[in-house]
Each structure stands twice: as C-alpha cells, then as structure tokens.
C-alpha cells in the first residue's frame, strides 16, 4: 500500500514542477495494488470531518470502479481500515 502525495497547497513553482511530473489533480490518496477476486486493486479517498469529495476525486473515483477497481471515499482512519480489512478478505 502506499500514499499518492497529490494534495496540500503548494507554491506555483513547485506545483508546475509536480504537473511536469505527471501529478494529476483528484486522484485518489492512498492505492493497495493487491487483487482480490474480480477487483485489480483498491484506491481510497481521505476525507476528514465532514470534507466530501471534489468534482475531480468523484470523476477519478467513478473511473477506477468502472476499469475493475475498488474505489472509495473514507471519513477518517477507522473507517480505512475497515475498507482495507474487507477488501483483504475478498469482500467488497
């Protein structure tokens, strides 16, 4: 499992650079490259509070779910191990 350091502000000469870098707004925070059953792998969406999904994050995750992935927003680290726990176990 590792994290996609996409978020957080930035000045403009090190978002150009990160853009160079192929960083690509929306997507998701945290990706588990392990298949399980149907799924090529899971991708989770960081939230905290009550913080929702932008319009890009909707449109990566909609776009994972529809190549074969587990894709999903979650509020917080409870409920991320939750979703990473029964992924492991071969649930959705």
């Known amino acids: 499992m590792h994290h996609i350091p996409n978020g957080g502000s930035r000045n403009k000469q090190e978002a150009a650079n990160l853009k160079k870098q192929g960083v690509k707004s ?50 917080g680290c409870a409920q991320a191990v939750e979703v990473i726990t029964k992924y492991l176990s071969g649930g959705k």
Do not use: F
């Not at 960081?46 to 999904?53: C, F």
């Not at 779910?65 to 979650?74: F, S």
């Open 26 to 75: 929306g997507v998701p925070d945290i990706c588990l490259p392990v298949p399980r059953g149907k799924y090529h792998g899971l991708y989770i969406e960081m939230k905290a509070g009550k913080n929702k999904a932008t319009d890009n994050q909707s449109k990566w995750l909609e776009a994972l779910n529809n190549q074969g992935y587990v894709a999903v927003v979650c509020v």
